[in-house]
């Protein structure tokens, strides 16, 4: 979507790797969220940044870390990635929550 | 605690006919709440969004919602369904009082008959 992207679109991975995924935005916008879409659960919250440095978890934070060291970018990793994480994984964006941005999504096998 | 609870995991309506989608939310402030569309492998859209101020919200596509904090209820409306409506619908819940963060529901399904 407009002013936000993800990278990479699709990925596939051995189990017990790690991951980095990329959230790029161009809007600087405070708060950016890492969510995960699975069947049957709709998105849930891994971790979420409200700042530069500022991040903290959301409901389904275990096995994932993430960093922001700029504005522009919120990094998700999977520090050794398993099947359960096997997911498509979106980012968002907002500055006053009046409206967000969704990343494009990326799809992680982990095999 | 904030949650979003859409009862419906799928419904299907025949082309032409009236389309309701259910949403409740639990959430300690007053809510920010949204309507999402995603169709098969694709994004997520913006239906339409509920901040303050008149309870009926219009969006795209011709939806409306209708907010009713009585019933903690944030229904989707369309009069007249098109096959195109046919994709996953997401309730969303969120606001300032918890850095904006989004509460989503599982999702409903429709499916539009000819």
């Known amino acids: 979507d407009a002013g936000i992207t993800q990278s990479p679109r699709h990925k596939v991975t051995e189990t017990g790797t790690p991951v980095t995924l990329r959230c790029h935005q161009t809007?600087?916008?405070?708060?950016m969220y890492w969510y995960r879409q699975d069947p049957g659960h709709g998105l849930r919250l891994i971790h979420y940044?409200?700042?530069?440095?500022?991040?903290d978890k959301g409901e389904v934070s275990d096995g994932y870390s993430v960093s922001r060291s700029k504005t522009e970018d919120f990094l998700l990793t999977l520090e050794s990635a398993t099947s359960s994480q096997t997911s498509v994984y979106f980012c968002a964006m907002t500055g006053t929550g009046d409206g967000y941005t969704f990343g494009s999504g990326t799809r992680l096998t982990v095999v | 605690a904030q949650s979003v609870t859409q009862p419906d995991i799928h419904i299907t309506v025949s082309e032409g006919a009236s389309l309701e989608l259910r949403c409740n939310y639990s959430?300690?402030?007053?809510?920010?709440l949204f309507w999402y569309v995603q169709s098969p492998g694709q994004g997520l859209q913006l239906l339409l969004k509920?901040?303050?101020?008149?309870?009926l919200v219009q969006g795209i596509k011709g939806f409306e919602a209708e907010f009713k904090r009585s019933q903690s209820s944030f229904n989707l409306r369309k009069p007249s369904v098109h096959w195109s409506d046919a994709a996953e619908y997401f309730c969303a819940v969120g606001g300032p009082s918890n850095d904006y963060k989004l509460s989503f529901g599982a999702g409903t399904t429709v499916t539009v008959r000819a």
């Open positions: 509920y901040f303050s101020g008149d309870t």
């Open positions: 959430y300690g402030a007053t809510p920010y």
């Open positions: 940044s409200y700042g530069v440095k500022d991040t």
């Open positions: 809007e600087n916008h405070r708060y």
